[in-house]
């Protein structure tokens, strides 16, 4: 009697302390993951804007860096989608960027608003990266982010943005993973667990 008195006591105890755990996760934590579990996504990728800003370039080294079989194209199209087996949309608003492509807010919009519902169609993964931080924490760049999270797999960000709290619910909302990084560098576990 008294072997059993110390296993239910034992297991109270455990039981008890997982509940516990369970208790003190965060709404804001629930679904922040380090890297994925497992892969969602195929090579070749296509990578590209939705904002026009710098971050696609630098983040398309990153992905060179991987060994991924990648093309950067800041001003793809719903119909360049046909060769890919992945999206990576790079949010990130620059008004300067966007004047190189004469293209208005509202152009740009339509043309990711088209990328992603093709890519939804065909049916192809769509990881959304969001590296600007601080830099671009603005209005132009949350819109980008609130357009595309709704048809994402996956999100990446950075830590230090003023509002990371604001995409994590915007991803719990959309049930969507997401993975937040220190620093750009960072990155590349979350990026890769994507793939392999």
Not at 38 to 64: D, M, R
Not at 93 to 109: A, V
Not at 151 to 177: C, F, N, W
């Amino acid at each position: 009697m008294k072997k059993y008195s110390i296993a239910i006591i034992l297991l109270l105890i455990s039981i008890g302390t997982i509940l516990l755990q369970s208790r003190s996760v965060s709404p804001e934590t629930k679904y922040t993951w380090p890297n994925l579990p497992a892969p969602i996504g195929e090579e070749p990728i296509l990578i590209t804007s939705a904002g026009q800003a710098t971050e696609g370039k630098v983040f398309s080294y990153v992905t060179k860096d991987l060994h991924f079989e990648t093309d950067y194209r800041p001003r793809a199209l719903s119909t360049d989608l046909y060769e890919y087996e992945t999206l990576v949309l790079v949010t990130g608003y620059s008004p300067h960027g966007l004047n190189q492509t004469y293209r208005s807010i509202e152009e740009e919009k339509q043309r990711v608003d088209k990328l992603l519902q093709q890519a939804e169609r065909k049916p192809i993964p769509i990881i959304v990266v969001h590296v600007g931080g601080a830099a671009r924490d603005d209005q132009y760049t949350w819109e980008f982010l609130r357009q595309s999270l709704p048809y994402a797999d996956y999100v990446i960000g950075l830590r230090q943005m003023e509002q990371s709290t604001q995409l994590q619910r915007l991803a719990e909302k959309h049930s969507i993973p997401v993975t937040l990084v220190e620093e750009l560098n960072d990155i590349r576990t979350p990026f890769n667990s994507a793939f392999r």
